[in-house]
């Protein structure tokens, strides 16, 4: 055996696969290349300086993942979540006006269920780029704690539907990451 040759797996049932049907009803596994996408018609906008990338809608289990952009200077408005929230930091930095930590590029964050928090990201950061996993809904607030608006799952969906039958990429485009 030359040094260019593979080297063959060893001989044990690790490396054998599964041998049997999945679940009939699971839905199918979502795989979703260049996640941070070049087409800007992906990105859906939020707010002045903000945006989010759908990668899946569960729309069978009431949460949702996706990019969240944010260029230059800006604001997601006060929100809470009646479920946990996860954040894992791919580009630049964030934080809460409520708390004195940043997250920085790299950094991991959860979200404890009943929290409320205004994000924003400060005028020195050219792009952030956040993964999040929202689970349930983010009810946005007043500084009192006022309800105002919701997002959730379906809610995402309606805007992703509007915004890609505006741009061109057709209201059927997110059904991909529809799950």
Request: aromatic share 12%.
């Amino acid at each position: 055996m030359s040094q260019s040759d593979p080297v063959p797996p060893p001989a044990n049932d690790k490396w054998i696969p599964y041998r049997h049907p999945q679940p009939k009803d699971s839905p199918p596994e979502l795989v979703v290349p260049n996640a941070i996408p070049t087409d800007e018609r992906i990105w859906v906008p939020v707010e002045k300086n903000v945006w989010f990338r759908p990668l899946l809608l569960a729309a069978s289990r009431g949460y949702w993942m996706n990019l969240l952009r944010v260029r230059k200077s800006g604001v997601l408005s006060c929100h809470r979540h009646p479920q946990p929230v996860h954040a894992f930091v791919l580009k630049g930095e964030w934080r809460y006006l409520e708390h004195d930590w940043v997250a920085t590029e790299g950094s991991y964050a959860y979200e404890a269920p009943g929290e409320t928090h205004t994000l924003v990201v400060e005028p020195h950061v050219e792009e952030m780029i956040t993964l999040f996993q929202v689970n349930g809904a983010m009810i946005y607030v007043d500084p009192d704690g006022k309800a105002v608006g919701f997002d959730d799952v379906f809610t995402r969906i309606d805007k992703c539907r509007a915004h890609y039958s505006r741009n061109g990429l057709g209201a059927d485009y997110i059904d991909q990451f529809i799950r």
